[in-house]
């Protein structure tokens, strides 16, 4: 019995090396959609990466064309921040085939894994901001008025970062009551101690984005 002890072993070694080399894996793979479809996919994504924070979450946007990119790609990278802060590692792809509009989901050790010769990283997670950068545009709906809590925790990674607050269409009498509500909305309830600047612009706004607000984050230049 005891001439066996090694060769169980031996079996036992091999197993456990071959658990800890993960393959990368595809969560969840989806063809063009709306934004609440989306979010949901999202979450469900953010879900995998937490429960296995050793890997990095490879999103790859199939699709020609300059829309993809800004849509779902930096609609992802926008959503994984408001929803989780920058505390997953997340690169993001957009791959320019002609191939049908479609976004795939994948956890792996490493994106070479995964992204093709035609992918190009379009945003990462964690990432440094070094010019004037566009985190995106909140309204009453859905899909954005969570926008602020990832634009406060990009905020509070760096205290050279501004934050550059935009709102459009608010009548002169409601500024003030809108600069006091975003002081303290970041100051009291996320405790930003970053620079913030508030302004106010007026256009011709569409239906869906009347009360529309930009997030902007300016670092500052070092001396």
Known sequence: MKKLIPIIVFFFSVSVFAQ???????????????????LARTDNFINHLQSQPELTGIVIVF?????????????IHRTIIGRSGIKLKVKIFRDESQEPW????WTALDESEVAGPTSQLVSSIPFE??????????????????FSNGFADVLKSNPQYTAQIVNFNIPKKERQSTISY????????HAVTNQIRIYFKNEKPKKYDLDKT??????????
């Open 20 to 38: 800890n080399v993960r393959e990368a894996v595809l969560i969840d793979e989806i063809g063009k959609t709306g934004c609440e479809d989306l």
């Open 63 to 75: 699709g020609f064309g300059d829309s993809p990119t800004q849509y779902p790609a930096n609609f």
């Open 102 to 105: 479609r976004v795939q989901f």
């Open 129 to 146: 901001i070094t010019e004037r950068f566009y985190f995106g545009a909140a309204s009453g709906d859905p899909c954005t008025n969570y």
């Open 182 to 189: 975003w002081l303290e909305h970041f100051r009291k309830e």
């Open 214 to 223: 930009e997030f902007w984050i300016l670092p500052r230049k070092q001396k």
